[in-house]
């Protein structure tokens, strides 16, 4: 049999401009890909019509460009393959395991008290709107958002599951909750797209932020619900601001963009992300 290539890629949303940050995972993923003899794809995650923008699809390949990197084309961008992960909700959805929640942003921080590991509202359907409410909005047609059970998506599989990072780690799904899946204004949420996404395209290396790795518990579920195979993962160190603070696509000062501008070669850049 002949050994198959390794496949990595870079999924940035176009909802800003890429940063150092951005850089430095682009970098790595490259490089990886180069040294191991395999393959790099850029893969435009679009899937939020609201804050996805043109000019930053457009500003993503003039900066891969800059930073020397190559992909193959065509790029695959999540927002035309909407009936995919439309189809992949129809699956689970036929088994039992999604179910419709119609709370608002202020229903939410009105009702639920757990948090999520990203300090988002950790949702159960016990805090959730009641019944008779939830009922109410179904029958006046307001949206909703597709959840997963995540008990029963649990009772479904051979948990603990695990993932290969630096070293062998469990998965703690439940702390997430039951994770929106589809949400109010389009037939996914990340972390659907993420997960079929990487297995449509055969990706079998995930080089991504620390800010990722507690999400990808969640990736192990939906792998092991959809039958989808499981790739190998690193999650980088982020570059803090001077605050100590996470750089974020808001703040203007650390866009590549801008850093091209003012005269930084990709030298500069290198040592500034400690590469
Ligand atoms: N699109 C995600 C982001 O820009 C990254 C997805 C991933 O690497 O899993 O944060």
Request: proline share 6%.
């Amino acid at each position: 049999m002949p050994i198959r290539p390794p496949v990595f890629r870079f999924a940035p949303s176009p909802t800003g401009y890429l940063h150092l940050g951005h850089a430095l995972s682009a970098l790595l993923n490259f490089e990886e890909a180069k040294r191991a003899g395999g393959r790099f794809l850029l893969r435009i995650e679009d899937i939020d019509p609201t804050r996805c923008k043109p000019e930053f699809e457009q500003s993503i390949y003039e900066d891969l460009e800059w930073l020397g990197l190559e992909w193959e084309t065509p790029v695959r961008r999540q927002s035309q393959h909407f009936d995919e992960y439309a189809a992949a909700l129809g699956k689970l959805e036929a088994e039992g395991l999604l179910y419709a929640s119609y709370e608002t942003r202020a229903d939410l921080a009105r009702l639920i008290t757990g948090r999520d590991p990203d300090g988002g509202p950790r949702y159960s359907r016990e805090e959730g709107l009641s019944s008779e409410e939830t009922k109410a909005r179904e029958l006046r047609g307001e949206p909703y958002a597709l959840r997963l059970n995540m008990q029963e998506a649990l009772s479904r599989i051979a948990a603990p599951l695990y993932w290969k990072d630096d070293e062998k780690v469990e998965a703690e799904p439940a702390r997430w909750g039951d994770v929106v899946l589809g949400r109010k204004e389009t037939p996914a949420s990340y972390h659907l797209a993420v997960v079929l996404d990487d297995a449509l395209q055969g990706v079998t290396d995930i080089v991504r932020g620390k800010d990722l790795y507690e999400a990808t518990a969640v990736h192990r579920v939906l792998q092991e619900l959809l039958g989808l195979p499981v790739p190998d993962y690193k999650h980088h160190r982020l570059l803090l601001d001077e605050h100590g603070k996470k750089l974020s696509k808001r703040e203007k000062s650390t866009t590549l963009r801008d850093l091209r501008a003012s005269g930084w070669t990709v030298a500069n850049l290198r040592k500034a992300i400690g590469l």
